[in-house]
């Protein structure tokens, strides 16, 4: 599995930012998805997660109301629409992928998000 993040940037507090993460090598649909990240000297959270059954959704309490995570099968693709962006928000956020009943073991390079005050 290979998976390739991008979308990250630099806005200003209360922007929005849409990150998208590119699966291939396998099959996408029976992969649950996540979202993590890692803000400078912290360590790395789950922010959102997505099962391979549409809908079924997971979010970190810091995110909720905010951001949207979504898959579009199709595409091969998983996304994060991240809203009213704070400068808490500011990390290297990552898209993981695992089959069902497994742990997150693929992960993507990572794409920067710097959100200022």
């Known amino acids: 599995v290979q998976l390739q993040a991008f979308g990250g940037g630099s806005v200003q507090a209360g922007g929005s930012l849409r990150l998208s993460c590119a699966f291939s090598?396998?099959?996408?649909?029976?992969?649950?998805m996540g979202w993590f990240r890692q803000a400078p000297g912290k360590e790395r959270e789950s922010v959102a997660t997505i099962s391979w059954r549409v809908g079924s959704t997971s979010y970190v309490d810091s995110v909720k109301g905010r951001f949207t995570i979504s898959r579009d099968n199709a595409k091969s693709t998983v996304y994060l629409q991240m809203n009213s962006l704070k400068p808490d928000d500011t990390a290297v956020y990552y898209c993981a992928a695992r089959v069902a009943g497994g742990s997150f073991s693929s992960w993507g390079q990572g794409t920067l998000v710097t959100v200022s005050s």
């Open positions: 090598g396998r099959r996408f649909s029976p992969y649950a």
